[in-house]
């Protein structure tokens, strides 16, 4: 059985809910994204998805610095730690079209995995 719910509940406005929700949605589309390119070897689509859907450098397109006020302090480090994971894997992944060895980007990518993972398991919106 699972456990009890813990999760602390978090107030964004709704349309910032509704946004944020739409979001998410994209990241795991970006994940399933990243995971086929990285079976077909295509290193450079890997690490494009991962950098510009999920990374730093996605920081911008989502509005993070708006959203991150209604956000406590633990939830926006998640949300940091998520960025700097994916852009992590972005470099793992063009690393691996010159080594030939996926290892390191598999890591990467189980990294990135649990950081959704982290956050999720701690906050709910309300
Ligand atoms: C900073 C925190 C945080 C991170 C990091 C995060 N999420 Fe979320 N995500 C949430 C919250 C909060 C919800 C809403 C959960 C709830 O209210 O039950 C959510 C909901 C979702 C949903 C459901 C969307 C819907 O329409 O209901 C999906 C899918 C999702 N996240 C995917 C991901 C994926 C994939 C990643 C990692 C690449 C990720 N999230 C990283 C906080 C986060």
Redo the contacts with the bound molecule.
């Keep these: 059985m699972l456990p009890p719910d813990a999760r602390v509940p ?1 107030q964004f406005p709704p349309p910032m809910r509704a946004h944020t ?1 739409a979001n ?2 994209d ?2 589309a970006a ?1 399933a994204e990243i995971q086929q390119a990285l079976a077909d070897g295509r290193w450079d689509a890997a690490a494009d998805t991962a950098e510009r859907r ?1 990374g730093m450098s996605s920081l911008h397109d989502h509005g993070a610095h708006e959203v991150a006020r209604f956000m406590p302090p633990a ?1 926006q480090a ?2 940091t730690a ?1 960025h700097r994971s994916a852009s992590r894997l972005a470099v793992a992944a063009r690393d691996a079209g010159a080594t030939g060895d996926l290892r390191s980007a598999q890591a990467a990518l189980a990294g ?1 995995t649990q ?2 993972v982290a ?2 398991a701690g ?3 309300e």
């Design positions: 978090v929700l998410m949605r990241h795991l994940l999920l939830m998640a949300g998520m990135l950081t959704c956050c999720h906050f709910r919106l």
